[in-house]
């Protein structure tokens, strides 16, 4: 099983293969409507962005009172935005988890996160990590399909793509 910080570093590589393909597209296709799980690209990477800075902060242990309050200016801070503002958003995130990727050298260290819904989950940050790792693949496929029925190429963003760029590179 690979390292989950190796997985992290897929998803900020398949996050970075995806925009590079979007900036060769009309800015139209990242804010078409579209009948999807999303209304548009661009919306559907606003939640992708948002969710990521939750687990972020969860990661980092931060009590839901102090996340919560964050939610509405995160989800603000990605709408409406270009292609290039929304890569920047996710560079600067991914900044963060590098950061706290360094100061946690142990990814098998104990958590419990509080869910104010489903209550208690006693777990460790690389099942955290890797959620994030899988929600990322979910949504990428969900802008795939997005761009297809607009008559645009998807970009393969798969997990062995990722090992042969690392191979080659």
């Known amino acids: ?18 925009f590079a393909h979007l900036e060769q597209l009309p800015e139209e296709a990242f804010h078409a409507e579209v009948t999807s799980v999303f209304p548009s690209v661009s919306q559907t990477l606003a ?9 972020l902060a969860v990661l980092e242990e931060l009590p839901n009172e102090e996340i919560f309050p964050k939610m509405p200016a995160w ?5 409406g935005r270009t292609v290039d503002d929304m890569r920047r958003l996710f ?20 958590m419990t996160i509080e869910h104010p819904t489903y209550g208690s989950l006693d777990t460790q940050f ?21 761009l297809r029925q607009q008559g645009y190429a998807g970009v393969p963003t798969d997990y062995l793509f990722f090992l042969l760029d690392r191979q080659q590179g």
């Open 47 to 55: 939640h992708l962005y948002l969710f990521d800075r939750l687990y």
């Open 91 to 110: 560079a600067g995130a991914a900044e963060s988890f590098r950061e706290l990727l360094q100061r946690t050298p142990d990814p098998d260290k104990a």
């Open 126 to 146: 690389s099942a955290i990590l890797m959620h994030v790792v899988n929600h990322g693949t979910y949504h990428r496929g969900n802008v795939t399909a997005m």
């Open 75 to 79: 989800r603000e801070e990605a709408q």
């Open 1 to 18: 099983m690979p390292h989950p910080y190796q997985m992290y570093d897929y998803h900020v590589w398949a996050n970075d293969r995806l």
